[in-house]
């Protein structure tokens, strides 16, 4: 046996590396990164953008503010709906679409455990979940639907943005729809199959329960932009269940408005500067594991939000080369 490769006689390139040629490779390099760079940073810092703080926020009921903060509320007595407002202004009109998100820190989505306890064959319509959700699987001998931690975890704030306008203030529609990436919604997320003849989605999800923490069924979840029921379809779940590789995340929650409307015809083409309350139904806790929570609004950018940092990598790599 004397082929090439045993007697090991293939050719082979072994560059020398010298000051000649070495200097000149990495200085093309940083020359190409660095334009990058400043492109990436000069698009995100067109990015507007406006965030607040409400973790703790204090509860806004019977017309008036606090003293009891909706954080020590629900985790005293879950079975409140704690509402909280938040009062904020706009310097400057926000051009173009305008996107609401929501941000939490210290949460851990990206756990090991955690970004396994899901089952993608439910999620695309079989009723039956896998044990791979455990112990979200099941519950009262019934599949719980969808199962795993994900999904059981669903952040479930939910916001209200109203304008102060010469007739007081003035609620801001928000869709949902057009939020989550097409692929998912078209391809990762159906609902189990009707029966024949039948219209209502809560036959689809027969003989299914819904996660130990939240306080409706799956079929109950609807878009808000039409109140269809669209159960594993509906855009903020499919959010969700994108998991965020980093414990410090933000996740989109709506865009508002733009359409032509008689009434909201301000909101067409931005959100113009002024002053604004936010009200935020808190039923999110994360004093448990000391996290917070960010409400933001962005005319986003192509890079998905505001991102200096990929931008200001590009350069520093161009510049170290
Ligand atoms: C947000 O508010 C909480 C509660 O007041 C505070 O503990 C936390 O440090 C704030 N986080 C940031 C990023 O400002
Ligand atoms: C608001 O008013 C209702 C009825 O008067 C009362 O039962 C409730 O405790 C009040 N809520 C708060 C937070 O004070
Ligand atoms: C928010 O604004 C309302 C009305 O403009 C005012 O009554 C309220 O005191 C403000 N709340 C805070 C916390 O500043
Ligand atoms: C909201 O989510 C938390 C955490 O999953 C849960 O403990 C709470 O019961 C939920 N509340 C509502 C109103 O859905
Ligand atoms: C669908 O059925 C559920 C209960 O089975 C019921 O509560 C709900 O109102 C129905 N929805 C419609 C749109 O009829
Ligand atoms: C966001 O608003 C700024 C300032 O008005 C504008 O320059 C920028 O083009 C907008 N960004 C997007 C993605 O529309």
Redesign the pocket.
């Known amino acids: 046996m004397s082929s090439a490769f045993k007697q090991q006689k293939l050719p082979s390139w072994s560059p020398i590396l010298t000051v000649g040629t070495v200097l000149p490779t990495f200085f093309l390099i940083g020359v190409a990164f660095i334009p990058i760079g400043i492109g990436l940073l000069v698009s995100s810092n067109?990015?507007?953008e406006f965030e607040l703080n409400y973790t703790a926020c204090k509860q806004f009921a019977n017309g008036t503010d606090g003293p009891k903060k909706c954080s020590e509320v629900i985790a005293n007595h879950p079975e409140i709906e704690c509402k909280c407002r938040v009062n904020f202004t706009l310097e400057e009109?926000?051009?173009?679409?305008v996107y609401l998100y929501y941000g939490l820190t210290n949460f851990y989505q990206n756990h090991r455990r955690y970004v396994k306890s899901r089952d993608d064959r439910q999620l695309l319509g079989e009723i039956k979940g896998s044990t791979e959700c455990q112990p979200f699987h099941k519950r009262d001998g019934k599949w719980i639907a969808p199962c795993g931690a994900i999904a059981n975890s669903l952040f479930n704030d939910t916001f209200l943005v109203q304008r102060l306008t010469d007739n007081g203030f003035k609620t801001i529609p928000i869709m949902e729809t057009g939020i989550a990436w097409a692929t998912d919604v078209n391809a990762k997320f159906r609902n189990p199959k009707l029966p024949e003849g039948e219209k209502n989605l809560s036959k689809a999800f027969e003989g299914t329960v819904e996660p130990p923490n939240w306080q409706n069924p799956v079929w109950r979840l609807a878009g808000n932009d039409n109140d269809q029921n669209n159960g594993y379809q509906n855009e903020r779940f499919i959010v969700w269940m994108r998991t965020a590789a980093l414990p410090t995340f933000r996740k989109i929650f709506g865009r508002f408005r733009h359409e032509i409307n008689e009434e909201n015809a301000d909101y067409h083409s931005y959100l113009p500067k002024g002053r604004y309350q936010l009200i935020v139904t808190y039923a999110f806790p994360v004093a448990d594991f000391k996290g917070t929570k960010r409400f933001i609004i962005s005319?986003?950018?192509w890079l998905g939000g505001k991102n200096p940092f990929i931008g200001v990598m590009y350069i520093i790599v161009g510049c170290y080369e």
């Open positions: 067109q990015v507007q009109n926000f051009r173009r679409e005319n986003t950018s």
